[in-house]
């Protein structure tokens, strides 16, 4: 039968000066083409494409201008998305 001793030869004495923290990683947000925002953004792209070809008060200018517009804001709402979320990655 093994005994337990109480005395400082069962303390660990391999601590370092550092604290020791768990590996924790943070990836960016959703990937681009999972989010809604994409697929609504296809869905209007696709719906100023159609409404320019069907449509005689509509010029072809015009509806690139418009699909440059969402994809432009898109763009700006992926870049805030991405903003707001810090990547932390504390694997050492």
């Given at each position: 039968m093994a005994t337990m001793r109480g005395d400082a030869?069962?303390?660990d004495t391999r601590r370092s000066d550092r604290p020791?923290?768990?590996?924790t990683t943070f990836?960016?947000?959703?990937?681009?083409f999972l989010t809604t925002e994409f697929w609504?953004?296809?869905g209007v792209i696709v719906a100023i494409l159609i409404a320019t070809q069907q449509l005689d008060q509509m010029t072809?200018?015009?509806g690139w201008t418009l699909v440059a517009a969402v994809a432009?804001?898109?763009?700006?709402?992926?870049?805030?998305a991405k903003a707001g979320n810090a990547h932390r990655?504390?694997?050492?």
């Open positions: 030869s069962d303390v020791v923290r768990a590996r990836d960016e947000t959703k990937i681009s609504a953004m296809v072809g200018e015009e432009i804001g898109y763009m700006v709402s992926r870049s805030l990655d504390t694997d050492y």
